[in-house]
């Protein structure tokens, strides 16, 4: 994203983002498609807290325990 004042590049890892709300609450139960977009809105709200944009995502990694149903979803 941004440079930092020294001129080195910024970087942000995240990880563990949940189908949950704002109480960490799950969300969306039996869901698939919803639950993964839960989980994308809640990585952009840190991503946008520090300062980042989905667009600056590199890499992300998908651990689901219903693979068919994610397939379903996607």
Do not use: H, W
């Amino acid at each position: 994203a941004g440079e930092s004042p020294s001129g080195v590049s910024e970087s942000l890892l995240c990880s563990g983002q949940t189908s949950v709300d704002d109480d960490g609450a799950p969300v969306n139960p039996g869901d698939m498609g919803a639950q993964i977009m839960k989980a994308l809105d809640n990585l952009e709200t840190v991503l946008i807290g520090a300062g980042f944009t989905l667009s600056d995502v590199v890499r992300l990694n998908y651990f689901v325990t219903d693979v068919d149903g994610f397939i379903e979803a996607a």
